[in-house]
């Protein structure tokens, strides 16, 4: 449904690794639908979360769970077990981290890959908040305009 798959392609060439046929994952922020697209067709089941609806069909497919409303409702404990949490959602870098923190804290999901989306200069101070997670990396991707992708 649109290009923002590519990001996604990418990222996961660079971890080395996908999702699993099977496995669970939160696209957090997912409509109009590309990353949850993408994941599908890897085989995995996917939790959609937005507070617009997924293009077309998408919340059909086969493994896709789609639910409107806020990506960051879907807390530790609220959402069953995940594999992977994967976040393309425009927000202020910041309120990105405290959720993911949240995550990280619980220990309830450990793969993620997360956009983070720079709005002006004055954001830049959380760059050293992901840095911080051991195992975790910062790239610009090809596909990234005025953001980072984190991964872990």
């Known amino acids: 449904p649109n290009r923002a798959y ?27 639908g590309g990353w949850t697209w ?25 493994g ?3 639910h409107e ?8 404990g609220t959402a069953g077990p995940l ?3 994967f976040s393309d959602v425009v927000c202020y870098p910041e309120r990105l981290w405290e959720w993911v923190k949240a ?8 793969n993620f890959v997360c956009t983070v989306k720079f709005q ?16 975790s990396r910062l790239v610009h991707l090809s596909h990234n305009k005025h953001e980072l992708t984190w991964m872990l």
């Open 6 to 32: 590519l990001k996604l392609w990418e990222a996961l060439t660079i971890l080395e690794r996908r999702p699993r046929e099977g496995e669970r994952c939160l696209d957090a922020g997912a409509s109009p």
């Open 38 to 62: 993408a994941l599908s067709r890897l085989g995995a089941r996917v939790l959609a979360v937005d507070r617009s609806p997924l293009e077309g069909d998408l919340g059909r497919l086969s």
């Open 64 to 66: 896709v769970e789609f």
């Open 69 to 76: 409303g806020s990506a960051f409702s879907i807390l530790p």
């Open 83 to 85: 594999d992977w949490i």
């Open 103 to 110: 995550w990280l804290d619980s220990g309830s999901c450990r």
């Open 120 to 135: 002006g200069s004055s954001h830049y101070e959380v760059i050293r908040e992901f840095a911080s997670v051991p195992g």
